[in-house]
């Protein structure tokens, strides 16, 4: 029977089965400050992005065995220092990739028809200034016929072309590992129809020239040169929006307000921000920036696969 300590939460079902796999389970959260006197004597640990599990944090704790990452992102654990204390580094990509995928399109259809704006301003002004609010949010767009450049062609990636491309859009991935991707798009699921086809993926420059709408789904390192900034957004379309449900950072803020200033990007959707959980304050507060909690791979449906992943993966390293 192992210890194991469940800092973050974890959905019940992915609970329930490390208990009846025999395993001692924690879920009251330990203070980053604390976990020093108290993780020692736990084998395992699973968290999501908020607790932190660095070097020194590993070297006090030699019973530790296996950390969990509930999630994509591994840059809130030290990994590699891990994997030479002999301890299992393990996550689950791909249980969030469509509840992502569909944050990122939904964000995608409110700054195209200004939903995000419409939300603040209807509750105030809506009974004095309504004609005025329907001529301000009488230029929008539609997605179908718009081209949609993707940065980074993974798992996430990849469903986001599958929706795309249902809604009818031009779709053109960036990835640097591979020159094309064959990918199934379902039709009727409970029909087992589908369409498969070979998307070839483009280079960067030839994507920000042409792309209406673009969407991150790369892994980014905190305090590495931001993928999109001033260089990138000057080769963007006039009028582009932007959505960043990746990492942040990857996106330069300093260079995003300057861009959407000057009308080079008509909008943009945040989920993640260079300094959460306090982000910088004129960028919340910033009219034409769609703004979401980090709630990504926030669905009933991804945390339940989360969960019963990461209990799994788990149950089968301590057998």
Same mark, same amino acid.
């Given at each position: 029977?192992?210890?194991?300590?469940?800092?973050?939460?974890?959905?019940?079902?992915?609970?329930?089965?490390?208990?009846?796999?025999?395993?001692?389970?924690?879920?009251?959260?330990?203070?980053?400050?604390?976990?020093?006197?108290?993780?020692?004597?736990?084998?395992?640990?699973?968290?999501?992005?908020?607790?932190?599990?660095?070097?020194?944090?590993?070297?006090?704790?030699?019973?530790?065995?296996?950390?969990?990452?509930?999630?994509?992102?591994? *840059?809130?654990?030290?990994?590699?220092?891990?994997?030479?204390?002999?301890?299992?580094?393990?996550?689950? #990509?791909?249980? +969030?990739?469509?509840?992502?995928? !569909?944050?990122?399109?939904?964000?995608?259809?409110?700054?195209? %028809?200004?939903?995000?704006?419409?939300?603040?301003?209807? #509750?105030?002004?809506?009974?004095?200034?309504?004609?005025?609010?329907?001529?301000?949010?009488?230029?929008?767009?539609?997605?179908?016929? &718009?081209?949609?450049? =993707?940065?980074?062609?993974?798992?996430?990636?990849?469903?986001?072309?599958?929706?795309?491309?249902?809604?009818?859009?031009?779709?053109? #991935?960036?990835?640097?590992?591979?020159?094309?991707?064959?990918?199934?798009?379902? =039709?009727?699921? +409970?029909?087992?129809?589908?369409?498969?086809?070979?998307?070839?993926?483009?280079?960067?420059?030839?994507?920000?020239?042409?792309?209406?709408?673009?969407?991150?789904?790369?892994?980014?390192?905190?305090?590495?040169?931001?993928?999109?900034?001033? !260089?990138?957004?000057?080769?963007?379309? *006039?009028?582009?929006?932007?959505?960043?449900?990746?990492?942040?950072?990857?996106?330069?803020?300093?260079?995003?307000?300057?861009?959407?200033?000057?009308? &080079?990007?008509?909008?943009?959707?945040?989920?993640?921000?260079?300094?959460? #959980?306090?982000? %910088?304050?004129?960028?919340?507060?910033?009219?034409?920036?769609?703004?979401?909690?980090?709630?990504?791979?926030?669905?009933?449906?991804?945390?339940? &696969?989360?969960?019963?992943?990461?209990?799994?993966?788990?149950?089968?390293?301590?057998?």
């Amino acid at each position: 029977m192992a210890k194991i300590l469940i800092n973050d939460g974890i959905h019940p079902d992915g609970e329930r089965l490390l208990k009846d796999a025999g395993h001692e389970v924690h879920t009251t959260k330990i203070s980053q400050d604390e976990l020093p006197a108290k993780l020692p004597a736990y084998d395992a640990i699973c968290v999501r992005s908020a607790t932190k599990v660095r070097a020194k944090l590993i070297d006090q704790c030699p019973n530790l065995k296996i950390i969990g990452r509930g999630g994509v992102g591994l *840059d809130n654990i030290d990994v590699d220092h891990a994997a030479s204390k002999d301890i299992h580094v393990i996550n689950t #990509p791909a249980a +969030s990739s469509q509840a992502v995928a !569909e944050l990122a399109i939904g964000q995608m259809f409110s700054l195209a %028809r200004f939903l995000y704006d419409a939300d603040r301003k209807m #509750p105030v002004q809506g009974n004095t200034d309504f004609k005025a609010l329907k001529k301000n949010y009488a230029g929008g767009v539609e997605l179908r016929g &718009k081209t949609l450049g =993707i940065i980074g062609f993974g798992r996430i990636g990849q469903e986001v072309a599958r929706l795309g491309l249902g809604i009818g859009m031009e779709v053109m #991935p960036v990835d640097m590992a591979f020159d094309e991707m064959r990918i199934e798009v379902d =039709i009727f699921r +409970s029909r087992n129809a589908a369409l498969s086809l070979t998307l070839p993926t483009a280079e960067m420059d030839e994507m920000l020239a042409e792309a209406d709408f673009i969407t991150l789904h790369v892994p980014f390192k905190t305090g590495g040169k931001a993928l999109l900034g001033k !260089e990138e957004f000057a080769k963007m379309k *006039d009028g582009v929006r932007l959505v960043n449900s990746a990492r942040g950072g990857a996106i330069d803020e300093e260079a995003l307000i300057h861009a959407l200033e000057i009308g &080079k990007v008509a909008a943009a959707a945040l989920d993640v921000f260079d300094n959460e #959980p306090t982000p %910088r304050q004129d960028i919340l507060s910033h009219p034409r920036i769609a703004l979401t909690p980090h709630i990504g791979a926030s669905t009933q449906e991804a945390q339940r &696969k989360i969960g019963l992943q990461l209990a799994t993966q788990i149950i089968d390293i301590l057998k």
